[in-house]
């Protein structure tokens, strides 16, 4: 079956704009992530979802940073205003359930000029 | 609370000698633990997992783990580097007390020299 996909690949866009990240997880699986992984930052957890609801959000940088998810499927993390230090590689991963194993996409990467 | 220390963040082997890339974590409740690896400009790929079954681990490309709760360890070896083992890893633990949230190691990258 198909793995997680995410789309944009990759993603330029002026500072000031807002941006909509999407990520399809693999079908079935009730727990998904986000995850942001800057040059030198390594991998930084921004949001979980078990199913639609979003239990741990601790790790949205600032109020610009928002995602939700539909039907238990399809995410979007929407940035508004964007700036120079959101440039990063956006990662989504999905698991069949919280401790399972995570399955990564390709990743979004973002340039903020 | 949970956290991961990889402890080197730069390992260089020559081929066909072992790697060892050292993992430290800390868990509040019984962790499940994975070692991923990145090549450039590709995804994060699973190499394995501890789930608290067996603790010695064997994953893909013949590396393997073990689990060490004394220790609080789960260090990643290889008894052969490859030119192909050149990568990011990372180290990584989840614990019921997180929701299920994945907490990544800084990453220890690999430079396997001929």
């Known amino acids: 079956g198909a793995g997680v996909s995410q789309s944009p690949s990759n993603k330029v866009t002026e500072k000031g704009k807002d941006v909509e990240l999407r990520c399809d997880p693999i079908?079935?699986?009730?727990?998904l992530y986000w995850y942001r992984q800057s040059l030198g930052q390594g991998l930084e957890f921004l949001i979980y979802?078990?199913?639609?609801?979003?239990?741990?959000k601790s790790g949205l940088p600032s109020d610009r940073f928002s995602a939700e998810r539909t039907g238990g499927s399809v995410s979007t993390l929407t940035i508004q205003r964007t700036q120079q230090e959101d440039s990063a590689v956006y990662l989504c991963?999905?698991?069949?359930?919280?401790?399972?194993?995570?399955?990564f996409g390709q990743g979004t990467r973002l340039t903020v000029v | 609370a949970q956290s991961v220390t990889q402890l080197d963040s730069h390992v260089s082997v020559s081929e066909g000698t072992p790697v060892l890339l050292r993992c430290n974590y800390s868990?509040?409740?019984?962790?499940?633990l994975f070692w991923y690896v990145q090549h450039p400009n590709k995804g994060l790929q699973l190499l394995l997992k501890?789930?608290?079954?067996?603790?010695l681990v064997k994953g893909i490309n013949g590396f393997e783990a073990e689990f060490k709760k004394s220790e609080t360890s789960f260090h990643l070896t290889k008894p052969s580097a490859h030119m192909s083992d050149a990568a990011e890893y990372f180290c990584?633990?989840?614990?019921?007390?997180?929701?299920?949230?994945?907490?990544f190691g800084a990453g220890t990258q690999v430079v396997v020299t001929p």
């Open positions: 079908s079935g699986h009730t727990a």
């Open positions: 501890y789930t608290s079954a067996a603790t």
């Open positions: 868990s509040s409740y019984s962790p499940s």
């Open positions: 979802f078990q199913g639609n609801s979003a239990p741990d």
């Open positions: 990584v633990v989840s614990d019921n007390d997180s929701w299920g949230k994945f907490q």
């Open positions: 991963a999905s698991s069949p359930r919280g401790l399972s194993e995570a399955f």
